[in-house]
């Protein structure tokens, strides 16, 4: 059965702090990584990870994959209060006929105070 | 472009009674997913369509849950009957393909 587990639970910054979220996957036949931000609500996109030790970038967030060791960071740099929300991380299998299955992991609740 | 629609928004019920929730997906996205999000846990796959056939539905809990999408648009998911431990919010997304996967706003399930 496929896994995710992410790292830290919580985490609670000031604002300006710079936060590493970690997550690590088994995932059978692994296609890609993917997180995702999620507020009150729906999770939204964030970034889609396939090849190993490319970063990608969005304004103060940025991720890269170790598909060695079977990793992903999310890095978040001069963190605000709206960066508040709970970061989920999720890995999808190549799976077939079925495009692939994500498997999510726990999540980290990021809180940052002003 | 509209994103996925769920309702209702909010839904309680008591144990036992039925329940049903509707999903209408991104505007030509063949992929549909139906999640369950217990609280303090991340999302986890119900049941997956591909147009209006299942792809996946190794994680539904068949005597009680069912989903359907009949014309490989919209698409229901029914609880019959609940259970206390059926609480939590239900998830639509929908994709183009392998792709990103776009969820809807949920619908936050109380079974008391």
């Known amino acids: 059965e496929d896994k995710v587990v992410q790292s830290p639970l919580s985490l609670v910054v000031h604002e300006g702090d710079t936060v590493t979220l970690n997550c690590s996957y088994e995932v059978t036949n692994f296609r890609s990584l993917l997180w995702y931000k999620q507020e009150k609500k729906a999770p939204t996109f964030l970034f889609m990870l396939t090849s190993s030790g490319i970063e990608k970038k969005s304004g103060r967030l940025s991720s890269i994959l170790d598909k060695k060791e079977l990793f992903s960071i999310l890095n978040i740099t001069a963190t605000q209060t709206g960066d508040s929300a709970v970061y989920l991380c999720a890995g999808r299998n190549a799976g077939g006929t079925s495009y692939g299955k994500l498997t999510f992991g726990q999540g980290t609740i990021l809180t940052v105070h002003p | 472009e509209a994103g996925v629609a769920q309702s209702p928004r909010y839904k309680i019920i008591e144990k036992r009674q039925s329940v049903a929730f509707w999903c209408n997906p991104i505007?030509?996205?063949?992929?549909l997913y139906w999640y369950q999000q217990i609280l303090g846990q991340g999302p986890k796959l119900l049941i997956q369509?591909?147009?209006?056939?299942?792809?996946?539905d190794s994680q539904l809990p068949k005597d009680r849950f069912s989903a359907e999408r009949l014309k490989g648009v919209d698409s229901t998911l029914k609880i019959q009957p609940a259970k206390l431990e059926d609480s939590a919010v239900y998830l639509c997304a929908s994709s183009l393909g392998p792709f990103t996967q776009y969820f809807g706003p949920g619908t936050r399930l109380t079974v008391l």
């Open positions: 505007s030509g996205h063949a992929t």
């Open positions: 369509f591909q147009n209006n056939g299942v792809v996946d």
